[in-house]
């Protein structure tokens, strides 16, 4: 089935530092999604993107559609330690127009 | 506050026992999906209702898994005979439209025993 493949897989950044992450997939996607996710509790919704070549901001956190349809990138500026957490991407296949895909998620640490 | 809500949050069975898990989605929200997560793994698809009807079950969802949604508005997930493998993170999300941003709930952490 289709997968998504998110990288880095964890990473480790001073605070203050600018981070980035990004999904890919081997087919489209017609939306993508960026969530962040505290141990124990479910993912929260971060950024939504409709439109290929889209990009949105969310604060410090900028994301952008690939012009392919097959990707997706996520920036953090200035990090702080309450970053922490695991990033998810995930993507809604043209197929099937309610189901969505997820990444395995990229674990972002801050240190202080 | 007007987000997806689940119950019970947790929930520690015995190997065999049945269990039921309840969503309510946003209020005006008719797409509602349930997923399983595992520790170190992204969600997982299980099942898809638009309104009351059940449109998408994935394989995952074996015969002793059954999800509702009598009136189009909570759901339910009941898991009958419960083994230890079903020990997961049970996550409930609804959207607005079917290509909506999805939000999810808080989780129904599920431990088998």
């Known amino acids: 089935g289709q997968q998504l493949n998110q990288s880095p897989q964890s990473m480790f950044i001073q605070e203050g530092e600018d981070v980035s992450m990004n999904c890919t997939s081997s087919?489209?996607?017609?939306?993508w999604l960026w969530y962040k996710q505290d141990p124990g509790e479910g993912p929260v919704l971060l950024i939504a993107l409709y439109k290929a070549g889209e990009l949105t901001s969310n604060g410090r956190l900028t994301a952008q559609f690939g012009i392919t349809r097959k990707d997706s990138f996520l920036n953090i500026s200035a990090s702080i330690p309450s970053d922490v957490g695991i990033y998810f991407c995930?993507?809604?296949?043209?197929?099937?127009?309610?189901?969505?895909?997820f990444g395995t998620g990229t674990r972002l640490k801050v240190l202080a | 506050d007007t987000g997806v809500s689940q119950d019970p949050r947790h929930k520690i069975t015995k190997r065999g026992q049945n269990v039921t898990f309840r969503c309510d989605p946003i209020s005006e929200h008719n797409h509602l999906y349930w997923y399983r997560q595992t520790l170190g793994q992204g969600p997982e698809f299980l099942t898809y209702f638009q309104n009351e009807a059940q449109l998408e079950k994935s394989r995952l969802l074996s015969d002793r898994f059954s999800a509702e949604r009598p009136k189009g508005s909570f759901s339910t997930l009941e898991i009958q005979r419960t083994e230890q493998g079903d020990s997961a993170m049970y996550l409930c999300a609804s959207t607005l439209g079917a290509g909506g941003a999805q939000y999810f709930g808080p989780g129904t952490r599920l431990t088998v025993t």
């Open positions: 087919s489209i996607f017609n939306t």
């Open positions: 995930a993507g809604q296949p043209p197929q099937r127009t309610y189901k969505y895909i």
